[in-house]
């Protein structure tokens, strides 16, 4: 990791036993310090409202990978591969533009439940 990458980004990860633990969060911190990493107590309490890859890519990547029934890891490593790659600048406009609409209904609601009114 660059140190314009640890100035720029910022770790967010689930509050899951085994990410919040006391060696797993110390790590992160040597990588990325306390200030720039979202976890425990910081976490959206929408997150899969918020994460484009649960709310697109998971799903992208089960349904055009298992398209082609991997049988071994190499096949399955490949082939998401290549959906990754397949994914066009169109798709990431539309993925942006369904964030920003996300970010105004999580703002609307006042933080609460929006996932139905998308």
């Known amino acids: 990791m660059t140190e314009k990458e640890r100035r720029l980004f910022y770790f967010q990860q689930d509050g899951s036993t085994s990410h919040t633990s006391d060696a797993s969060l110390s790590r992160v911190h040597e990588m990325?310090?306390?200030?720039?990493?979202?976890?425990?107590?910081?976490?959206?309490?929408?997150?899969?409202?918020?994460?484009t890859s649960d709310f697109y890519l998971w799903g992208l990547l089960k349904g055009r990978v298992y398209e082609k029934n991997p049988h071994?890891?190499?096949?399955?490593?490949?082939?998401?591969?290549?959906?990754?790659?397949?994914?066009?600048?169109?798709?990431?406009?539309?993925?942006?533009?369904?964030?920003?609409?996300?970010a105004h209904k999580c703002v609307e609601v006042g933080g609460g439940h929006f996932q139905h009114l998308l």
Do not use: C, G, H
Request: no cysteine; glycine share 0%; aromatic share 8%.
């Open 32 to 51: 990325f310090t306390p200030e720039r990493t979202i976890s425990k107590d910081l976490w959206s309490p929408r997150s899969p409202d918020w994460s």
């Open 72 to 102: 071994t890891t190499e096949e399955l490593k490949t082939s998401i591969k290549d959906v990754i790659n397949s994914i066009t600048t169109q798709e990431l406009t539309s993925i942006y533009m369904n964030l920003l609409k996300r």
